[in-house]
């Protein structure tokens, strides 16, 4: 039997609305994927511990209080110094284009706004990580 998708979902920094990360959270489970939700007010270097011990295949993102640009950076760049550049990692919340583009070229591999159906997540999710394991 093939191992189910794992996904970490987490709610970064001081943000408290985890309203949105609860529901991605159940679709992505309906849908049949692992998943391992840590809360709210979780810092970058919480979420990359739970990831690498989890052993995860992807970790989203959510973030509504603008320090994006401050913390999925650091997320990135501690799943590398860990070695784990290979977990996919996504991202959701209020982000200016702008800073989509540059959070992109850092490594995001997808950035979700809101009223973002779970359908298109869950797609995005089993396309991306089933060409992975091509």
């Known amino acids: 039997m093939a191992r189910k998708i794992k996904v970490l979902v987490a709610k970064i920094g001081l943000d408290g609305h985890d309203r949105g990360a609860k529901v991605v959270a159940r679709a992505l489970r309906d849908a049949g994927f692992e998943v391992i939700y840590t809360g709210i007010h979780q810092t ?3 979420v990359v511990n739970a ?3 989890e052993d995860v295949d992807a970790v989203g993102l959510s973030h509504l209080s603008g320090a994006h640009m401050t913390l999925f950076p ?5 799943l590398k110094d ?4 290979d977990i996919l990692v996504m991202g959701g919340g209020i982000i200016p284009d702008d800073d989509k583009e540059k959070l992109m070229a850092m490594g995001m591999a997808r950035l979700f706004g809101p009223g973002t159906l779970t359908q298109e997540i869950v ?3 089993n396309q991306t990580l089933q060409e992975k394991k091509a």
């Open 82 to 85: 860990k070695g784990r550049s």
């Open 44 to 46: 970058p270097d919480m």
């Open 74 to 78: 650091k997320v990135l760049q501690l």
């Open 51 to 53: 990831a690498v011990q």
């Open 123 to 125: 797609d995005f999710l």
